[in-house]
């Protein structure tokens, strides 16, 4: 059981309602607080104001409140409105039932199926492109297609790394049989300068001028070699500098302030015009509600003639006729549909900017991550470029002491015999070769260093493409469950109601660039019709069924235990009572409105006769 206390919302200045589980029918005629309880509902359960609608705290109203007491807890719920340069604007504070905006946003477009809900005005506007966002929008608030493109990105990163290290995994063989070639090689002159070492007698000076000169030598040699791999480092490195320069270079990134000001802007704009809507529609429904039910005489003297009834307006209190009266609420009507065409446009735009400010945050992050990578290539050149100043002034000092050390032992050496002389090319070759395989076993730690990444870049590069995957099979799984929901529904719908056509089925569209539409399509005695072919009460049944499919595809019933329904006056109370048996076992709690002409139903009736509403305040005015 649900005890509702309501103050200040829609229609309602005070009311209390209690809410059973099952069908609860909130019975009673126009202007008596019908659609102001299920507003209140709205309200307590946090989903009013999402889609640029306001607050509905009651015209005049400086607070309202709407308290929900449940089983388990008390929700209190508090609407205010401020009054700034923009107007007026109405704000919600305190608790309500439903706080993830993933469970809100399905409520409101799949649970709430008032007039206004946003799917059933899609279906009955036949926007198409509309449909199809909000059906999307659970999904938009997890923000899967934006993590989609992210992950795609990623892999092509990952793929680029990968692919050096499938490179250096090929140059791995031939390197280790080179380092191998080395080994063997310095082993052979190894032993053959030993060989040579008892042959050759030589003094003690030249035997210990001789190795302090192969030892300068492959010093030199080594710091030769070692300085071309710095300097082809460092053309590395500054060839990586330039490509993050340009790619830095190329990245736009706008300011957002603009952005954020001028959505902010939008946003005021479309929930004042929401407000003017609501007020136009309500004045167009009543003034509308009293002609069509042939009631003027309630409201003011009819003067009745043979050529025309003439009345006294019951606005300005002049001499007016039927004709002007419903030429006035057409020109109403007009200025409501510009209104709404307005908001419309304004709100296609905020979606564009909200996308605009997600590609900046994307933008500015790459381009952050692109700025730190050119510090630190900078910092790696700089730290090189001193390495090499070190490693020249190192070589240009071993150079000379070489020079000096040979001219030291050609005058030392004045007769060299055959073994000697070998034993020297011997010793030059060692250390030579001891250079070589130093180079050589370098390059075999770097290659072995990249393609050791290999099998990790390999598992990173799986995970992202089976995360890819994941959600891709997941928003596809969804599309389908929402098309075969609609499809189920449909079927039962036909069957229950026999409405004038013969079938329906929402038809999904995968576009070239992997994005999906939705599409209503229908059909009547074996031909396609369309939407604008069918009676209002038809189009309805259309909406909700679409609404309902949504409401099964994304578990609504596990986020909120109510249906609400409202505005289904162009159905019959026979199909009305259909609509309620079919609901009742949907949800926990069914909560709608008819009138008393529509006879008595199986469920609780709440009647609003305690309620103190602004149409009893009007009657009872002087």
Known sequence: MWNLEIENIGGIRLGEASISAGPNIIQASNFQGKSSLLAAIQTVMGTTGQFGEEHPLMEGADEGHVTLETEDATYKTTLERSVGVDGNTVSRSGETYLTDEQDQVAARLFAFLGEDNPVRAAVREKDQERLTELLKKPLETENIDLRIDNLRSDIVDIEEELDQAEKATEKLPPAQEEVTQLEDELEELKDRRDELEEKVDEDTEQRDLRNELTSKQSELD?????????????????????EKKAELDDLEVPEELDLNTNIDEKQDRVEELELKIDLLGDL?????????????????????????????????GQDTTEEDVEERLQAIKEKQQSLQDEKASLDEEINEIQER????????????????????????????????????????????????????????????????????????KIGTTENKLSRAKDKLDRLEDEASDRDEVEEELEEKKEELEELKQRREKKYDELVDQFDDAMDDIISTFAPGFDGAFLNK?????????????????GRTTDVENLSEGERELVGIVTA???????????????????????????????????LENTAEILVTTAYPEAGTFDGQTISPDSWEVISNEEAAAP
């Open 548 to 582: 309902l499919a949504g409401y099964r595809t994304f578990n609504v019933d596990e986020r909120v235990p109510c249906i609400l329904l409202d505005g289904i006056g162009q159905l019959a109370a026979e199909h009305i009572r259909h609509m309620i048996e079919y």
């Open 222 to 242: 080594r710091k030769e070699s070692q300085l071309e791999r710095l300097q082809k480092q460092i053309a590395r490195r500054e060839e990586q500098l330039e």
């Open 284 to 316: 167009y429904r009543s003034n509308k509600a009293v002609l069509d039910e042939n009631e003027l005489a309630l409201i003011t003297d009819v003067d009745r003639s043979i050529s025309g009834d003439t009345f006294d307006c019951f606005v300005c």
């Open 509 to 525: 569209i995968k576009n070239p660039d992997d994005s999906v539409e939705f599409e209503i399509n229908l059909a009547r005695e």
């Open 357 to 428: 400010k997600q590609e900046i945050r994307s933008n500015r992050q790459k381009k952050e991550q692109l700025e730190n990578k050119v510090k630190q290539l900078k910092v790696d050149i700089q730290e090189d470029e001193r390495d090499v100043e070190n490693l020249e002034d190192e070589i240009e000092e071993l150079e000379g002491e070489v020079e000096e050390l040979e001219a030291e032992y050609e005058e030392a050496e004045q007769e060299e015999e055959e073994h000697s002389s070998e034993l020297k090319t011997v010793q030059q």
